[in-house]
């Protein structure tokens, strides 16, 4: 396509856990449509991880998090989908209810980016997850785990 040339790019997504769920949300997206996937986006320059995490998780849900822990780091090539694309992902975990607003309700505030948020059993996960996600799960990863 027209785009220049490609780099990678950094992600950070997070981990919303309350009790044993998860918080995902279907995409709307030329990279990974129709798969669920956490809340995150764009890494902004001058930002921290846990600035960008909080910012994201406002922009797209609406949802107030206190603070946030880094989890992991994953590289994602993504060539397959229809825009390729390179992502460094950082994970970030954060509770609600605990140190945060308690019963905050997830609302969907990116409607074109995503069919809307739901709290998921991590035992019980939705599928087709998104990519990055799925290859965590997969590989046994555990986001309760301290
Ligand atoms: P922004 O303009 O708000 O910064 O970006 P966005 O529209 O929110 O970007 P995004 O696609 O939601 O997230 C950026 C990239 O992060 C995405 O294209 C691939 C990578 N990514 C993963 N795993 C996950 C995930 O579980 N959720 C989200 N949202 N992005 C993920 O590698
Ligand atoms: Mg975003
Ligand atoms: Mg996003």
């Known amino acids: 396509n027209g785009d220049p040339t490609p780099v990678p ?25 129709a798969t669920f996937a956490l809340p995150g986006g764009h890494l902004e320059f001058g930002e921290s991880f846990e600035e960008c995490a909080a910012r994201e998780v406002k922009e797209e849900t609406g949802l107030v998090i206190g603070s946030s822990k880094f989890l992991t780091v994953t590289n994602n090539v993504m060539l397959e989908q229809p825009k ?46 998104f990519g990055p996600l799925e290859k965590m799960v997969k590989g046994g990863f555990d986001p309760f785990s301290p």
């Open 84 to 129: 390729k694309c390179h992502y460094v992902t950082i994970f970030m975990r954060a509770m609600v209810g605990v140190d945060a607003v308690e019963e905050q309700v997830p609302q969907n505030l990116e409607p074109t980016k995503c069919d809307g948020w739901e709290w998921y059993e991590w035992d019980h996960l939705p599928h087709p997850l």
């Open 9 to 33: 790019r950094v992600a950070v997504v997070v981990f919303l856990l309350k009790g044993r769920s998860v918080l995902l949300g279907r995409r709307r997206s030329s990279v990974g449509n």
